[in-house]
């Protein structure tokens, strides 16, 4: 039997939580012992060619960009799950919310303090992924299975859940790996 | 002597004073109910419902509840515990609560909360309310986007400062916390060591410049759930 695949992405994140994922140390070789990384920033693949066991979501949706990546994760992961602040609430990318998208690009690319833009514009390329009006937490745009929150989630929490999930377990996580900070 | 009131707190006989509310007697008892608007300082508000419990079969805030003989508490039970998830979840979603670099973090009562009933994410939809915040003071900061209106700086300010700084404008989704000053609070005469600024269980009222003392790890909350006996120590 072949082992089961997991696939991982950073949507509107800092990649801190994939950081975090890293930090389960040499745990990292018994994960490998137990499943595949077949779609992940770390091989730069960029398609799904199988269907996942499990998907890690990190980062909320942003631009349209996230959204489809986000879309392509559920239709493709038979468990999604939202890791960190930013997939679960929006995290800092979300304090735009608060304030109209048009104001926000407004001070970033023209108002700013330390802008120069000497023509003014703001980068409005087909090239570039369109902004959503806010960012999204993942669970507004698709079905998610399982939070982990933390700003990054503890190592030890993505360790716990991901052993959980592969091993047909319930995730329980104990005081100590529930944090939102 | 005041007449003893014997009531059934979860199965439990307890004991209290006639006039006390069913929290006072279950603290009194050493049982935990949680709480968010109560504080021990000041006159019970009822208004955040957290600490709801069924008497009788019927949802009462236990601060506000005066205990009676035979009456039947329940509260730490799946059903009552779930509408205090719910009460939770609504109170960070209607709010901005940004707790990954929020001062309070760690040390905040409803982030405990949150914790304490393990919630990862909440049901409902984020609604990313606009706020204002009062950079004002020289020594405070009110911050709007983290209040829940649970009205203690209200209470404390008029109960114990004897100054009413504080007090509630607007209803429904308007309601928000005011100041007795139109230039904010620095026009009020609010002081750093007042009870008020204190109280706050949340981040909407901080002291400045003493953020991040307390190193991650060795905050209130970090390793004990809010409500263990050993907190009343540890608090300020």
Redesign the interface.
Same mark, same amino acid.
């Given at each position: 039997m072949s082992k089961p695949k997991i696939a991982t992405t950073s949507l509107a994140g800092c990649f801190g939580c994939h950081m975090s994922l890293l930090d389960i140390d040499e745990r990292i070789l018994e994960l490998a012992e137990l499943v595949e990384f077949h779609k992940w920033p770390i091989n730069d693949r960029k398609s799904f060619s199988a269907q996942c066991a499990v998907g890690l979501i990190e980062g909320g949706c942003c631009n349209e960009e996230n959204v489809e990546v986000l879309r392509t994760f559920r239709s493709s992961c038979d468990v999604l799950v939202s890791v960190g602040d930013c997939a679960i609430m929006g995290g800092i990318p979300a304090m735009r919310n608060m304030v109209p998208l048009e104001e926000c690009l407004q001070e970033a690319f023209v108002d700013g303090p330390t802008v120069h833009n000497p023509t003014g514009a703001i980068p409005n390329d087909v090239e570039i992924p369109l902004l959503l009006d806010k960012v999204y937490p993942c669970h507004e745009v698709v079905k998610i299975d399982y939070y982990l929150p933390g700003c990054p989630p503890p190592a030890d929490t993505l360790w716990e859940a991901l052993v959980a999930l592969l091993t047909n377990k319930p995730i329980s996580l104990p005081y100590n790996l529930i944090k939102y900070d | 002597m005041e007449k003893v009131v014997t009531f059934l707190l979860d199965g439990e006989v307890i004991q209290g004073q006639e006039g006390q509310s069913i929290m006072q007697a279950a603290d009194e008892a050493g049982k935990y109910i949680p709480r968010l608007c109560a504080h021990k300082d000041l006159t019970p508000h009822g208004s955040c419902r957290i600490c709801t419990v069924l008497v009788n079969g019927r949802p009462q805030s236990a601060c506000t509840q005066p205990i009676a003989d035979g009456i039947l508490v329940e509260s730490e039970t799946p059903k009552v515990n779930q509408l205090r998830t719910d009460i939770i979840d609504m109170l960070?979603v209607e709010g901005?609560?940004?707790?990954?670099?929020?001062e309070k973090? /760690?040390s905040c009562e409803l @982030?405990a909360l949150?914790?304490r009933f /393990?919630?990862?994410? #909440?049901k409902y939809?984020?609604q990313? #309310? @606009?706020?204002d915040v009062d950079a004002s003071h020289p020594d405070i900061f009110l911050d709007r986007?983290r209040c829940v209106l649970c009205g203690r700086c209200v209470r404390a300010s008029k109960e114990v400062d004897g100054k009413n700084v504080f007090q509630f404008v607007g209803r429904g989704v308007e309601k928000r916390i005011a100041v007795n000053s139109e230039q904010g609070l620095k026009g009020t005469d609010a002081e750093v060591m007042d009870k008020a600024i204190s109280v706050c269980p949340v981040g909407a009222i901080l002291k400045k410049r003493v953020g991040y003392a307390v190193p991650?790890g060795r905050r209130l909350y970090d390793?004990q759930?809010i409500g263990t006996a050993s907190e009343e120590e540890t608090t300020e």
């Open positions: - | 960070f901005n609560h940004f707790c990954m670099f929020c973090s /760690g @982030q949150a914790y /393990g919630i990862t994410a #909440p939809p984020y990313f #309310p @606009q706020r986007n991650v390793h759930p």
